[in-house]
């Protein structure tokens, strides 16, 4: 079977932490190789084609961004653009660059072959057609659901979302709290200031007049704080109290 990585692009400090703090130790991990970080991973090794790898990088990569903004209040995404193949000569193959559209991949692969001397194969002619459609079939949990929506900016629709793909999973607001990972006090200065158009004004999830806000609203940066320490303990499944108001 051959062996995969995907070349990590970002900021040194990012990348860093990646490897020492996020994905230190398999089954998917980030090593500092020469001059650049690379993300491995067991499930890379079961696939066969460049495409297929490429998919699944590209699924893996929003719940990776989400998790280091777990991890990490200031983190910065982090982005790939080609997967390569280790060769059983110790040589890299199949560089792939790849374009994405809304909806679908749209994969433009030129096959490079380097042997393990430098020397470096001329491409075989281009596949025809608009190149291969890939869809990444793999089974999405509820953390993979909030770690996806907790990498992207934060906003009140984004973070809701956290909210709620926890909140269902543990059996609605009385699971969060009775896990002592909030106050239901917090909870619903957090769920009305999200909603209310008179607290957060045009990125609120409503636009109706009627929904009040709390007497003491959140400001997206607590909310930030709060979702993040919420998905921390969920994704850890720990029971510290939280007494913060």
Known sequence: MPRWFVPL???????????THVLPAPPLWVTHEGDEYRLYGSDFDRLTSAEDVYALARTLLPRINGLGRVRFPDWEPITFDRVVQIGDDG??????WATVEVGRIRVAAQALVTRADGTVDPPPPPPSGDGALVAAVRSESAQDRALRF???????????????????????????????????????RFTRSANSYLASGDQAR?????????????????????????LNRWLMQGDAIDETQ
């Open 9 to 19: 692009q970002g900021s040194p400090i990012e990348l860093s932490r990646l490897a």
């Open 91 to 96: 040589g890299h193959h199949h560089s792939v």
């Open 150 to 188: 907790f990498s992207h900016e934060p906003s009140w629709s984004n973070l809701y979302k956290v909210y709620e793909v926890i909140r269902d999973d543990v059996g609605g607001e009385k699971g969060i709290t009775g896990k002592g990972w909030a106050t239901g006090k917090r909870c619903e």
């Open 206 to 230: 409503h636009a109706s007049m009627r929904d009040l806000p709390p007497p003491k609203p959140m400001q997206l940066p607590e909310a930030t704080d709060f979702i993040r320490s919420l």
